[in-house]
């Protein structure tokens, strides 16, 4: 099956691409520029393309972005510290981010006359980001198949939609990614800060996959705190 993955350069979508590059035929990647506070995490998506030799392609959504104001991720806004599962984060909501995102992937899939577009949503994502849900996946689905009837059949393909980060780390190391070459820290500083909500959940999925992080972290200790009382099923 000839796939292009939605790429943004951290754990997640890389994990991802290196397990469709093993078991599917991987035709590239593909990143958006929204807008985001920075855009340090599309160099390593570029990376992970020319690292499996595929092609990588930045779509420059800036001007759609410029106006899905009110998150932390896209406005002059503090980035929240803390677990995931904690209401401060919804202000890192971008409005229908990933149903914009998909649609432009779909329309560019059935152009290049592939089989599917994989996205590396998953079930720590749930709690906060209604576009992640296995409910948003089967409806876009159904959409698209309307969207492109008669002219191309493309297939969504969410593998860690009912999983967990923690998964997804396993399964990284599993299909040899190179995870320290991946970056989800929202501050962009020189390293990951350790504090913001997809700091935490990254160091706490290494924790409980029993893999070690070999990612640096201004503060390394700070996740224990934050997911004190969290349990991986509270979150899902």
């Not at 958006?32 to 855009?39: K, M």
């Not at 510290?81 to 560019?108: C, K, Q, W």
Request: proline share 3%; with cysteine.
């Amino acid at each position: 099956m000839k796939t292009i993955v939605v790429c943004s350069g951290g754990l997640d979508s890389v994990s991802l691409a290196h397990r469709i590059a093993a078991e599917q035929e991987l035709l590239g990647l593909i990143s958006f520029d929204y807008g985001q506070r920075h855009r340090k995490e599309l160099d390593f998506a570029a990376a992970c393309a020319a690292r499996l030799g595929v092609f990588h392609e930045i779509i420059d959504m800036r001007g759609i972005g410029s106006r899905l104001t009110g998150s932390a991720l896209t406005d002059d806004l503090d980035v929240p510290d803390g677990h995931y599962a904690e209401e401060t984060m919804r202000v890192t909501v971008v409005p229908n981010r990933n149903a914009i995102m998909l649609s432009v992937a779909f329309g560019v899939a059935a152009a290049r006359g592939a089989d599917a577009v994989a996205i590396a949503v998953h079930g720590g994502d749930h709690f906060i980001y209604p576009d992640c849900r296995p409910g948003f996946i089967d409806a876009f689905q159904a959409m698209q198949d309307h969207a492109l009837d008669g002219y191309a059949s493309v297939r969504l393909l969410a593998p860690y939609v009912h999983g967990s980060k923690a998964d997804i780390v396993t399964d990284g190391a599993r299909h040899g990614t190179p995870v320290a070459e991946t970056w989800s820290c929202y501050k962009g500083g020189a390293l990951h800060c350790g504090r913001c909500g997809t700091c935490v959940e990254r160091r706490e999925a290494f924790h409980l996959a029993g893999i070690e992080d070999p990612t640096e972290y201004e503060d390394p200790d700070f996740w224990k705190a934050a997911t004190e009382g969290f349990t991986a099923e509270e979150t899902r």
